[in-house]
């Protein structure tokens, strides 16, 4: 696999979506435009061959070791099964249309689902959602087998 470098512009972008800011608040942080920002957010989803979508392209930044995962902090989480069944799903990218499509639930049932993962996750954003999912070892390399004992951290 070839490695992937972003510029550090992209870097800071990335890693203001992964925290759970949005492309208005890493513009305004970096002190650039919102169109500028939506530019280095697209370049570096290109780079990493994922789609824009911000969960997706903080997730391809993980495991591409773009963006460090940062240390667990000493949290538990306990997600539902349909939480839990919606985590990959959030991470591929997908619509609340299509999670509901392909696990045969009522869109009103993965809603709130979603926002309980995120909730629970301790996320304000999907993006910052994914983060804690690869920070706790719910996805990425720190990803528990569900042979292990769970995670309390």
């Given at each position: 696999?070839k490695?992937?470098?972003?510029?550090?512009?992209?870097g800071q972008v990335?890693q203001e979506?992964a925290?759970?800011?949005s492309?208005?608040?890493?513009?305004?942080?970096l002190?650039?435009t919102?169109?500028?920002a939506k530019?280095y957010?697209?370049d570096?989803?290109?780079k990493?061959?994922?789609?824009?979508?911000?969960p997706?392209?903080?997730?391809?930044?993980?495991?591409?070791?773009?963006?460090?995962?940062p240390?667990s902090?000493g949290?538990e989480?306990?997600?539902?099964?349909?939480?839990r069944e919606l985590?990959?799903?959030?991470?591929a990218g997908l619509?609340?249309?299509q999670m509901?499509r392909k696990?045969?639930?009522h869109?009103?049932?993965?809603?709130h689902?979603?926002?309980?993962?995120?909730?629970?996750?301790?996320?304000?954003?999907p993006a910052?959602?994914v983060?804690?999912?690869?920070q706790?070892?719910?996805a990425?390399?720190?990803?528990?087998?569900p042979?292990?004992?769970?995670q309390t951290?």
């Amino acid at each position: 696999m070839k490695a992937v470098r972003l510029t550090r512009r992209e870097g800071q972008v990335v890693q203001e979506l992964a925290e759970g800011g949005s492309l208005r608040s890493a513009a305004e942080k970096l002190g650039i435009t919102l169109s500028t920002a939506k530019s280095y957010c697209n370049d570096a989803a290109r780079k990493l061959g994922c789609s824009a979508v911000h969960p997706v392209l903080v997730a391809a930044a993980y495991d591409a070791q773009v963006l460090e995962i940062p240390d667990s902090e000493g949290t538990e989480v306990v997600l539902t099964d349909g939480e839990r069944e919606l985590l990959p799903l959030l991470i591929a990218g997908l619509s609340t249309v299509q999670m509901a499509r392909k696990t045969y639930r009522h869109i009103n049932g993965v809603r709130h689902d979603l926002r309980g993962l995120i909730v629970a996750l301790g996320g304000e954003t999907p993006a910052q959602a994914v983060t804690r999912a690869y920070q706790l070892g719910l996805a990425g390399p720190r990803r528990q087998t569900p042979a292990e004992p769970a995670q309390t951290v």
